[in-house]
């Protein structure tokens, strides 16, 4: 299970990061809720912030996915996310990233962080502008979930940036490729699949949520 979401994770930030941080010179709110807040001690109002707790609460609930009786859909916030990112998957991310944070808006997974850009893979397509590139920058993606088959889901690239300044769309799908994109049936050419957690048959974000549906067990 957490080797599923390790990779859609990794996946995600890589394949989207790397793009960013390679095309610079070409040009999943906060979740509040009552039960966590007393249970960390923060004041009334306070957004909640990543934490072990939440970590080990978020895997609970994908492990209730591939359990006998499963819930029809279970939900991780954006903060629930954050703490999966930083206190279970942050030793298994590449090391030219870091501070990586998951962002959930409007329907969109918006990941940032600030990339060591030397210790990239090269990438040919982009020729003398590479040398254009800062040794380590701001680099930000955002993604829309796509069904796919069931158990997996496909993220579309929908735009990345560096330091505010947008990647072109045209070199979103030669890059992906570059970066080992395979085809699926339905997959758009501007987008990856990654394998869903076990029990898990289809994903979407509502609002500031990741919505991830099971099967029947």
């Known amino acids: 299970m957490r080797r599923a979401l390790g990779g859609c994770m990794r996946r995600l930030l890589v394949l989207a990061i790397v793009a960013a941080a390679g095309a610079a010179a070409w040009h999943f709110r906060d979740a509040i809720v009552d039960g966590w807040r007393e249970l960390r001690g923060a004041r009334e109002g306070a957004p909640l912030r990543a934490s072990a707790e939440l970590a080990e609460a978020a895997e609970s609930k994908l492990a209730a996915l591939n359990s006998r009786g ?94 505010g300044v947008p990647l072109p769309e045209r070199m979103i799908p ?16 501007d987008a990856f699949a990654v394998p869903l957690p076990a029990g898990a048959t289809a994903a979407y974000v509502h609002g500031d949520s990741l919505v991830l549906v099971g099967g029947r067990n």
Not at 121 to 141: C, K, M, N, Y
């Open 70 to 163: 499963a819930p029809e859909r279970v939900t991780l916030t954006e903060v629930e996310l954050q703490s999966l990112v930083d206190y279970r998957l942050s030793s298994a991310l590449p090391g030219f990233l870091a501070s990586p944070r998951v962002r959930l808006r409007d329907g969109r997974v918006r990941i940032e962080a600030r990339v060591m850009t030397r210790r990239l893979p090269d990438l040919p397509e982009l020729g003398d502008f590479a040398a254009f590139i800062p040794d380590t920058t701001d680099v930000a993606a955002t993604g829309q979930l796509i069904p796919l088959r069931p158990g997996r889901v496909g993220i579309s690239v929908a735009g990345i940036s560096v330091a």
């Open 174 to 189: 030669p890059i992906l490729r570059r970066l080992g994109r395979t085809e699926e049936e339905g997959l758009p050419s």
